[in-house]
Each structure stands twice: as structure tokens, then as C-alpha cells.
């Protein structure tokens, strides 16, 4: 039960990296929010999980998080209730399991890479839902060497004594998921598995242009990953990303607030900097 628990943790660190349409905007990761009734904060767009050889979290960044009074992540991941959460929200429901949702073939390409890379098959899962399912996938491709941006921000956030909050709630984002439908979430996953080299690809280039700070750049390949569904942007990423602004405002009243999101968000006419500005802050890159 307890690698069960560790396993959600890390589910709840793969919700965010995704994008909006695409605008000009400088090459960084970090943003200063100031003006229109709130205290200066900043928002830093995240990798919420990545090889650890891949990992750097610049000056630039801890110094904001430093002078900022709270940390703000997508999700609040002290909760010690998240977990529990997390476990009862990710449970198929009806007697359902995961062998109702694909074939046979399928089951079994899944099954034979999550005993491979992550010492459990499928039958250990077969009662939650695709996206525990996807998660494990992906943390099998990443292996042992494996960071978190938001796992560290985290941990510094509670060596400064800083409180830790969250934009939203996981009944939230896990209903987010549950609008696709589950055939369709396994389907991908069985994509990937049978062309890893795309998968090896993806990551490569995802990294590439989160380490360049290019938020516009992983917009496009997002944008690309997603084949123009827009119904699926919409539902992922700009309902989410203005929901969040309101948020931020009530937060930034009466604090500086370090805010933590998936860098995908970032970008764009309906992404969280074009947002802020359309609400009528400053917001301006961080280069050094």
C-alpha cells in the first residue's frame, strides 16, 4: 500500500504539461507579476517530472521563491488528505476494470512492459483508471533517475517555513481526465508503447525547449501532440488556465506568492501570462 501511495504522489506531479495557442513572448520559465491592487509575485512554469541529468532550478528561481511569502502549485501536494484522495478518485467505478476498455493484445503489451520496468503487471492496477495506468508508463520510461521541479520547490518551501496551497482540487483535475473516454486514454498508452521511439523523441524535445525557457516552442508541439483537438485544448488547458486567474488575484491580495504550474501553460493568447496581462497586471520575464 505504501508504493501505492508514492505512486499517486507521482500521478499528481503529470496533470499539467500541457498548452494554449501560440503568441511572441521572451524565452523564460519565470515571470514577475506586479501592479493592479496585488503584491509583486511570480509564476514559474514547471517540468513535473523529467530525468534527473535534465534537472536545474536556476538562481533566478530560488531567489523568487525566497522573497515570495507562499508557494501556490497546481495542486496542493502537503495535503496530507491527497493521497487518500487521490486513491478513492482514481478507482474504476461499478466492479469496472481496465480489461473492459481493451483487447486482450493490449492488455498484455501493458502488462509486459510495467512487470519489466517497474517490477508490477497490470493485474495490480486493474481496478483504476487510464491515467494511473499512463503514469506508470511513463514513470517506468524515466526510471530510478527521475526529478520533480515541484517536488523540490516543496522541499524548500518547507525548509523556509512557507505555506503550501493549491489552484485547484484533485476531484477537479481527475475530473478532467474522466471526460475522455477510457478506450481512448488506454489507446494512447498503447501508442506509445509500440512506438517508443517516439515516446524517446517526445521527451527529447520537450526537454529541448523547456531547458531553452521556449514556452511558445512547446506550445507548437503541443499543439502538434494534440492533432488540433481543439475540445480537448479547451477541456485540458484554457478552462483551467482561467479558471486560475481569479485565483491568483485572491491569493497575490495580501501576499507575494510564488505560483508553480506546468511550463506549457505559460504560453500564448489564452495562456496564464497573456491572461494576467488581459486582467490588467504587469507581468514581465525574469531573464537573470
Not at 501536494?77 to 481493451?102: C, I, N, R, V, Y
Not at 509500440?194 to 517526445?202: G, H, I, R, T, Y
Not at 508553480?260 to 488581459?278: D, F, M, Q, S, W
Amino acid at each position: 500500500m505504501k508504493n501505492l501511495k508514492n505512486i499517486f504522489t507521482l500521478v499528481a506531479l503529470t496533470l499539467g504539461l500541457i498548452t494554449s495557442f501560440a503568441q511572441q513572448n521572451d524565452n523564460s520559465l519565470l515571470w514577475k507579476v506586479e501592479g493592479n491592487g496585488i503584491k509583486t509575485s511570480y509564476v514559474f512554469g514547471t517540468f513535473h517530472m523529467l530525468p534527473k541529468k535534465d534537472f536545474e532550478l536556476q538562481n533566478k528561481v530560488t531567489n523568487a521563491l525566497q522573497n515570495s511569502e507562499i508557494l501556490v502549485l497546481e495542486l496542493d501536494m502537503d495535503d496530507p488528505k491527497m493521497q487518500t484522495e487521490m486513491m478513492q478518485l482514481s478507482a474504476l467505478k461499478d466492479g469496472k476494470t481496465l480489461a473492459e476498455f481493451m483487447d486482450a493484445e493490449e492488455y498484455t503489451l501493458i502488462d509486459t512492459y510495467l512487470k519489466e520496468k517497474m517490477g508490477m503487471g497490470l493485474d495490480s492496477f486493474k481496478t483504476f483508471k487510464p491515467l494511473l495506468v499512463s503514469s506508470m508508463v511513463m514513470m517506468g520510461y524515466l526510471g530510478a533517475d527521475m526529478a520533480s521541479y515541484e517536488a523540490s520547490l516543496i522541499t524548500m518551501a518547507k525548509e523556509q517555513e512557507k505555506e503550501i496551497k493549491g489552484l485547484e482540487t484533485v476531484a477537479f483535475q481527475m475530473g478532467v481526465f474522466d471526460e475522455q473516454p477510457y478506450d481512448e486514454q488506454l489507446d494512447e498508452v498503447v501508442k506509445l508503447l509500440k512506438e517508443k521511439d517516439v515516446m524517446k523523441d517526445m521527451f527529447n524535445e520537450m526537454i529541448a525547449l523547456y531547458k531553452n525557457e521556449n514556452i511558445e516552442g512547446l506550445y507548437d508541439y503541443m499543439d502538434d501532440f494534440f492533432n488540433g483537438d481543439q475540445a480537448q485544448l479547451d477541456r485540458m488547458l484554457h478552462a483551467r488556465n482561467q479558471n486560475w486567474i481569479p485565483k491568483m488575484s485572491e491569493y497575490s491580495k495580501e501576499q507575494t506568492v510564488f505560483y508553480g504550474v506546468g511550463a506549457g501553460h505559460l504560453g500564448g493568447t489564452l495562456g496564464v501570462v497573456n491572461l494576467l496581462r488581459e486582467a490588467g497586471y504587469i507581468v514581465t520575464p525574469v531573464l537573470e
